[in-house]
C-alpha cells in the first residue's frame, strides 16, 4: 500500500494463489522449521484432505510439487504417506551439474567458484577445526593414497596391488570412482570444519557436481599412461593443505588449494578459460 501526493491511499496489484500452492507452502515451512523432520512421514492423503479440506486433486499436486524440490518422495496411494527428504545438498548438486552442462555455463565457472569457495572453507578452517576434523582428513588422504597405489580404499597392503582386475598405470578401475569420491570428502570435512553450515552445505554440491569431472580427468589420465601419477600429486597437494591447516596457517591452505586445483584443471580448457581461472589464484 503507498499514499499518493494527493493524500489518496493506493494498493497493488496481487496474484491469485492457487489452493495446492498453499498446501505446499505449510508442508515446506513445516520441514524446514524441522517440525517435520528428514525420514519422517506426512499424513496419508486422505488425511491430508481432510485436515487442509481442499480436494485430492489438490493433494495430489502439492505432494508433486514438494517432491520436485526434493523435500519429501512420495508415491500413489502409499498408506503410510509422504516420506519427508528434508534439506539435502543433492538437488543443489544436480543444478549445479546441469548449468555446467547448458549453455548458460560450463566446467570452467564450475572449478573457478570451487577455487574461491575452498579457500574459504580453508582460511575458517585452519582457526576452527578440531583434533577430530585433522584426523578425518588425514583418513582421508591415506584413503586417496591407497588408491593411487592401486589398493583397496581401506588401505590394505597385499594382493590387490597384483590383482589381474587392475592395470599397469596404477590401481583397479573402481579406484577412480574411490578416489573422486574420497577427495570429494575431504573437502567437505573442511567445509564442515569452518564452523558455518551454508558454506558447508554449498561445498559438499559444488564438491558433487564436479566428481564426474575428476574421474573423467582420471580416465583421460589412464588412457595418456599416468592416471597413478596425477593421483600421487594430488594426495601431495591435499598432504600440504593438511599441513597448513594443522599449523594454523589458512592463508598458505587457501593458497595451496587454489593453485593445485588450476594445476589439475587449466590444461584442460581452452586459454580463455585458463585466463578466468588464474584470475581467481590471488
Known sequence: ?????????????????????????????????????????????RELVRQFDVG????????????????????????????????????LSQALGRLTRSHLS????????????????YRLAARLHTEEDLARMTALADRMAACADGEPHGGAQGGARGSGSGDRHGGTRGDAHAFSRADAEFHRVVAEASGNALLALCARA?????????????????????????????????????????????????ALGRAALYESYAPQLPERDRARLRAALD
Open 106 to 121: 560450463g566446467p570452467a565457472e564450475l572449478v573457478q567458484f570451487r577455487m574461491l569457495l575452498d579457500a574459504e572453507s
Open 1 to 45: 500500500m503507498t499514499v499518493e501526493s494527493s493524500g489518496e491511499v493506493s494498493f497493488e496489484p496481487v496474484r491469485p494463489v492457487r489452493a495446492y500452492q498453499r498446501v505446499a507452502e505449510q508442508i515446506e515451512e513445516r520441514i524446514l522449521s524441522g517440525e517435520l523432520p528428514a525420514g519422517s512421514r506426512l499424513p496419508a492423503e
Open 56 to 91: 485430492r486433486s489438490t493433494i495430489r499436486e502439492a505432494l508433486r510439487v514438494l517432491q520436485s524440490s526434493g523435500l519429501v518422495r512420495s508415491r500413489p496411494g502409499d498408506p503410510l504417506g509422504a516420506e519427508v527428504l528434508g534439506v539435502s545438498p543433492d538437488n
Open 206 to 254: 559444488v564438491h558433487d557436481a564436479v566428481v564426474e569431472v575428476i574421474e573423467g580427468k582420471l580416465a583421460h589420465a589412464r588412457q595418456a599412461g599416468d592416471g597413478a601419477d596425477w593421483m600421487r600429486r594430488s594426495v601431495a597437494h591435499h598432504r600440504e593443505i593438511l599441513a597448513a591447516l594443522a599449523a594454523g596457517d589458512g592463508a598458505r591452505a587457501a
